[in-house]
């Protein structure tokens, strides 16, 4: 799938100390049978898809400001525009220096790019990055990657958002 980056601002590399964050569907989050908090996620949610070209999608917590889960809400609003986001989904954020690191140790020299879209003007990518490694993928679920939202926390705060007909 090719993507138009937003011209109106330029690309650049993420700070280790921010944040990417990922939008996990249903049958990616591993959740309590009794109570349904999230457990966590399946590592099967940081495959690379055909469709991915040899990148893993994010969006940049950072761009907003305010509180996380604020920032995270504005990320679920603008995702919104081209996909569905339910309350069953979730968010997995993960600071960028532990999601290089995780790679790092499987041989991978990632990078976390801001790259603004115009759909998403938070979208961030990051490149380099191969899923064929299922350690790899179990490193970043359960430790890069291992703080959750429910999307249903945030859902309520903008949501639902309809898809965008063209």
């Not at 989050?29 to 999230?38: L, P, Q, V």
């Not at 969006?59 to 889960?69: I, K």
């Not at 996909?83 to 290089?100: E, L, N, P, S």
Request: with cysteine; proline share 3%; net charge negative.
């Amino acid at each position: 799938m090719n993507r138009i980056i937003f011209s109106a601002m330029a690309t650049k590399s993420l700070s280790d100390d921010h944040h990417a964050v990922r939008h996990v569907n249903y049958q990616q989050i591993d959740r309590d049978d009794a109570t349904g908090a999230i457990r966590g996620i399946f590592p099967q949610a940081f495959e690379l898809h055909p469709k991915d070209d040899g990148y893993l999608s994010a969006s940049w917590l950072e761009f907003f400001a305010g509180a996380e889960t604020c920032c995270i809400a504005a990320i679920a609003a603008f995702l919104g525009r081209t996909r569905k986001v339910t309350a069953k989904q979730a968010f997995a954020c993960g600071r960028v220096g532990d999601i290089k690191a995780a790679c790092s140790e499987y041989g991978q020299k990632i990078r976390v790019i801001h790259e603004p879209e115009e759909d998403n003007l938070a979208y961030t990518a990051i490149r380099r990055y191969q899923s064929d490694n299922h350690e790899l993928l179990d490193l970043l679920a359960t430790d890069a990657w291992s703080r959750v939202t429910d999307a249903k926390d945030v859902v309520a705060m903008f949501g639902p958002w309809p898809r965008r007909m063209e």
